[in-house]
């Protein structure tokens, strides 16, 4: 599915792979895009971790695909992801809203056990900021912002969309953010 707003947009397959993109899908891609149907690499990834247990696992079909079912529904700028596994209900909302430059991904999870569980959330995002990311990876300088609770990113040598920052989020406290890829 396609979801965007005047300014950002995303496509999402049912795996959960697709890219996110800035005023122009094709110039100014924020995160890759494979276009290979077999393996559906996601270049957006939420990974999920017992932390008492070490599982870890995501509430997408892809990259970690559990044997438990997936529900997967796509409508009018939006897709909602639902899965049970390890005890936990979870769902993972995504859409850019129309009043926003931004796209949205809301995870809902849901003990289904009876014991009191110690779980973390790690938002993977590969950036690429232009058309491919092999080409504007080494140019991709990111900044962590305590304060304000974001990664910064742009990429000088876009020429079109030199000056755009992209940021990445969440609204939860976190423990530790890195723009290191090891």
């Known amino acids: 599915v396609v979801a965007n707003n005047a300014d950002v947009g995303f496509l999402v397959t049912e ?12 110039e100014n891609r924020l995160t890759p895009w494979s276009n290979d149907v077999v393996s559906d690499s996601p270049g957006e990834v939420i990974y999920l971790r017992d932390e008492d247990s070490g599982a870890t696992w995501t509430p997408t079909p892809l990259p970690i695909r559990e044997n438990a079912p997936y529900s997967i529904r796509h409508g009018q700028g939006y897709t909602v992801f639902e899965h049970a596994s390890h005890g936990i209900s979870q769902e993972l909302l995504m859409f850019a809203p129309l009043d926003a430059p931004v796209k949205i991904s809301l995870l809902r999870l849901r003990n289904r056990t009876e014991r009191k569980r110690r779980l973390s959330a790690t938002n993977y995002v590969d950036l690429t ?15 962590i912002e305590e304060q304000q609770g974001a990664v910064f990113a742009r990429n000088s040598f876009n020429n079109e969309f030199a000056e755009r920052i992209a940021f990445v989020s ?9 723009c290191d890829r090891k």
């Open 170 to 178: 969440t609204s939860e406290p976190r423990c530790t953010m890195t």
């Open 15 to 26: 795996t959960g792979g697709g890219f996110t993109w800035a005023s122009n899908s094709h």
């Open 129 to 143: 900021l232009g058309v491919d990311r092999h080409a504007s990876a080494p140019h991709i300088v990111t900044d």
